[in-house]
């Protein structure tokens, strides 16, 4: 039984741990309770024991066979002490291979080492490229599939979409990244160009009126800010793309239009008002999504305890709209107009009559 046990944990222990805790010990005078944690220790992973007794913490060390144990005082903070673990994590960006665009954008060094302080970067990288593995079979096998990066900013998940879709799987796609920001955009051209990434193309303007192209297969945005997220998915659904993938950022539509006297006594903190509503905002969108025919999943992006905006709207379209009643009442119950539900039922009203 033990040794199973073993196994689960071990198993357990990667790069997406948060944390493990085991408590609810037979004896109350022996450990109450064990914490293992991943530290990053000199890039690599590791992992933290910490068992807690009534008045000590025992931090475990495993070095070269040899375990050592420290003694804290209760309360006291516990330093990083790593436990060494010898399962390493299969990127899909290859961390020892250099590759152009991670060493320019400052992710790499020269010699094909990820660069210490954008660890957090490269694994965000990563984690964005396994989502666009799991769509990969929706997009068309018979045509160039072309793919719009709204609010591409930098471009590190533009450049990392291309790099792996274009360059490692030689899919025949197209990606146009597109940003308010002049001078990053050109930054980012130039960077295409000397790549030879021909079918990657980076343009200034803004996501309510671009209209480049007449077809879209794929519509990534992330992190573009409060309604231009709106815009982003709207435009991506009237072009009837077949995927899209969202990171919101800075959702304060919401927030300035909420009102409900139920809700007043956990309204009037501004702190919970602002998290609540955004939670609102990208679960309306969803149910909006799902009205438009797609099938729409609400996923984490990153760990929170990188970055507190960690939500992924993945959609796929399904072609099965749904009427959603209850999501205008709820809307009507809190005084709320989304800027997408204001665009997407517009046009659906205009088709109707």
Not at 269 to 274: A, Q, V
Not at 291 to 312: C, R, S, W
Request: hydrophobic residues 40%.
């Amino acid at each position: 039984m033990i040794n199973e046990w073993k196994e689960i944990l071990v198993d357990c222990m990667d790069q997406h741990l948060a944390k493990i805790i085991i408590s609810g010990p037979r004896k109350k005078d022996s450990v109450r309770k064990i914490e293992i944690r991943p530290v990053l220790l000199k890039e690599q992973l590791v992992f933290q024991a910490s068992a807690y007794t009534e008045k000590q913490v025992q931090v475990l060390v495993s070095k070269k066979g040899k375990r050592t144990v420290r003694q804290l005082k209760s309360g006291c903070p516990v330093p990083a002490a790593p436990l060494e673990h010898n399962r390493r994590k299969k990127y899909i960006l290859d961390p020892d291979i250099p590759v152009p665009f991670l060493h320019d954008l400052g992710v790499q060094t020269k010699e094909g080492k990820i660069v210490h302080s954008r660890y957090d970067k490269f694994r965000q990288m990563n984690r964005f490229l396994e989502f666009i593995e799991d769509i990969v079979p929706e997009l068309p096998k018979d045509r160039e599939s072309v793919i719009i990066d709204f609010g591409c900013g930098k471009s590190y998940l533009t450049f990392a979409m291309y790099y792996y879709l274009h360059e490692l799987k030689h899919y025949d796609v197209r990606i146009i990244g597109l940003d308010l920001k002049a001078d990053v955009i050109a930054h980012c051209q130039q960077l295409a160009e000397d790549y030879g990434y021909e079918k990657l193309t980076f343009l200034t303007g803004d996501i309510a009126d671009y209209d480049g192209v007449d077809h879209v297969d794929m519509v990534v945005t992330l992190h573009a800010c409060d309604t231009a997220t709106d815009y982003a998915l709207d435009k991506a659904v009237r072009w009837g793309a077949k995927v899209i993938l969202s990171v919101p950022c800075c959702q304060h539509e919401v927030n300035r239009q909420i009102e409900n006297e139920l809700l007043q006594p956990v309204l009037k903190y501004g702190l919970i008002k602002e998290r609540m509503s955004a939670l609102l905002t990208d679960a309306i969108r969803a149910n909006l999504l799902e009205e438009a025919g797609y099938q729409v999943q609400v996923l984490e992006f990153i760990d929170m305890e990188h970055t507190p905006k960690n939500i992924l709207l993945r959609a796929v379209k399904s072609g099965r709209q749904k009427r959603a009643e209850e999501l205008t009442k709820m809307m009507e119950e809190l005084h709320v107009s989304p800027t997408l539900a204001a665009l997407m039922r517009e046009e659906r009203d205009a088709a109707d009559a």
